[in-house]
């Protein structure tokens, strides 16, 4: 499995406070059979200023001590980049990471609301050919509000990536529900943990995974498996099922295949 938002070097924002920490964290990611994590942590959100420079010197690090300490996992590079003015720009002069070495870029939105550079943000990255990933939208208002919102983003480009915790209720059964409204509508295209520690914001992708299968039926647990393997490799992402309106109306994939007997 592969996690392309998470939280693990050490010291620099709200996730791993140490080396260690670090390791234990991907201690945890290996037992729960993650091959490849890429490190998200914040950046230009108001409190967490991480530079390319520090996350690509922190990762060769990390990758370094998990080849010394046999742990079978990568670390690839990446920011969680809050959406600002200077986002072009700021992209265009290099000072911003894509996801590992494709061409996706993670961007968080405020909890509060969509901001106005969102749209131009998203168009202006499509045309030149990178593809912004909406980090976790299922925790932004304006889009739990009216999910039409995030559709006009995906619309012009952007992804959106769910978080396993918001899925299985960690958040709460609101935030719960609104992923699953937005997964049904195919607002959604990744999963990932968003993992910062161990104690109630861990990875859990194993079991997301099977939540996702249970409601929306395999053919999507593959879907959402196989986009994380895309942006590792820097491939496009696949098509999406089309099982969405179906699975809504019927209430969940268990219940369809229930009807047939299975
Ligand atoms: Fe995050």
């Not at 494709?102 to 509060?112: A, G, R």
């Not at 168009?123 to 980090?135: C, N, S, W």
């Not at 915790?165 to 607002?187: D, M, N, P, Q, Y």
Request: with cysteine; proline share 4%.
């Amino acid at each position: 499995m592969i996690d392309v938002h998470t939280h693990i070097l050490p010291g620099i924002d709200d996730g791993a406070a140490d080396w260690d920490y670090s390791i234990k964290l991907a201690r945890a990611a290996a037992a729960e059979g993650i091959t490849g994590i890429v490190a998200t942590p914040h950046h230009y959100d108001g409190k967490y200023t991480n530079d390319a420079g520090t996350v690509r010197e922190l990762t060769a690090e990390l990758n370094r001590r998990l080849i010394e300490q046999n742990i079978p996992l990568t670390i690839q590079t990446g920011q969680e980049i809050r959406a600002h003015s200077e986002f072009l720009a700021n992209w265009q002069s290099g000072k911003l990471l894509p996801m590992g070495e494709s061409s996706y870029v993670l961007i968080e939105m405020p909890s509060s609301q969509i901001p106005k550079s969102m749209e131009q943000i998203v168009y202006e990255l499509r045309l030149l050919g990178v593809r912004a990933v909406i980090a976790h939208p299922e925790r932004n208002a304006e889009v739990v509000q009216n999910p039409d919102r995030l559709a006009e983003l995906v619309e012009l480009g952007a992804y959106a990536q769910v978080t396993t915790h918001s899925l299985l209720g960690g958040f709460g059964r609101g935030i719960e529900k609104a992923s699953w409204t937005l997964c049904r509508r195919g607002l959604i295209h990744i999963v990932a943990s968003d993992a910062h520690h161990l104690e109630w914001r861990s990875f859990r992708m194993k079991d997301a995974y099977d939540r996702v299968e249970e409601e929306l039926g395999p053919v999507w647990r593959r879907y959402f498996e196989r986009n994380a393997q895309a942006i590792w490799n820097g491939r496009e992402l696949n098509d999406q099922p089309t099982l969405v309106q179906q699975t809504a109306k019927a209430g969940g994939w268990g219940k369809i295949k229930s009807l047939f007997g299975k």
